[in-house]
Antibody
């Protein structure tokens, strides 16, 4: 079955760029009808939608993070990625990659990766 | 884009029914039938339990049900069980974006 796995540094310095990759296994990222998404959860807090990238490459971002986000697909590696610039301590969170279905529900999630912003 | 509004906590005794509300606006919950609910146990990954307002994925017990009225969606857990103690989040599609509720902690007394 399809599985998602996040990877990337667990520690990022303030003002630097957070970069994460999600590897999709068991299915093609370009098969259509899915939006490949990033969601984060600060420690002890709720879920926050970051953005998603469609299989065509079109991107949709949270208005509150839009100025700092870039998301992209790498179909050759069956991966999608997130770059978040100018990070601060407020960006410390567990970052999840997830698959968003045609009716806009997150049916598959990665295990999540904790990213801490600290000097 | 504002977060959907959920009560911070709801509690009930085993066997009872509880309902969690999720209030949005005419631009999100009220505009689309794309409301979903997620269950998250401590330290675990969120799990989809309701999609398109009232549909349950395979494997989700039928004691979980969803509904919507105007701008408010609701999740009802009937016959509450100890294993239902968790955090619950609603989510809605809105104009090419997604929004989550703040989450509700369900306590089984």
């Amino acid at each position: 079955q399809v599985q998602l796995q996040e990877s990337g540094p667990g520690l990022v310095k303030p003002s630097q760029t957070l970069s994460l990759t999600c590897t999709v296994s068991g299915g093609s990222i370009s098969s259509g009808n899915y939006y490949w998404s990033w969601i984060r959860q600060p420690p002890g807090k709720g879920l926050e939608w970051i953005g998603f990238v469609y299989y065509s490459g079109s991107t949709y971002y949270s208005p509150s993070l839009k100025s700092r986000i870039t998301m992209s697909l790498d179909t050759s590696k069956n991966q999608f990625s997130l770059n978040l610039t100018s990070v601060t301590a407020a960006d410390t969170a567990v970052y999840y990659c997830a698959r968003l279905g045609y009716a806009f529900y997150f049916d598959l999630w990665g295990q999540g990766t904790l990213v801490t912003v600290s000097s | 884009q504002s977060a959907l509004t959920q009560p911070a906590s709801v509690s009930g005794s085993p066997g009872q029914s509880i309902t969690i509300s999720c209030t949005g606006t005419s631009s999100d919950v009220g505009a689309y039938n794309y409301v979903s609910w997620y269950q998250q146990h401590p330290g675990k990954v969120p799990k989809l339990i309701i999609y398109e307002v009232s549909n349950r994925p395979s494997g989700v017990p039928d004691r979980f049900s969803g509904s919507k009225s105007v701008n408010t969606a609701s999740l009802t857990i009937s016959g509450l069980q100890a294993e239902d103690e968790a955090d619950y989040y609603c989510s809605s599609y809105t104009a090419s974006t997604q929004v989550f509720g703040g989450g509700t902690k369900v306590t089984v007394l």
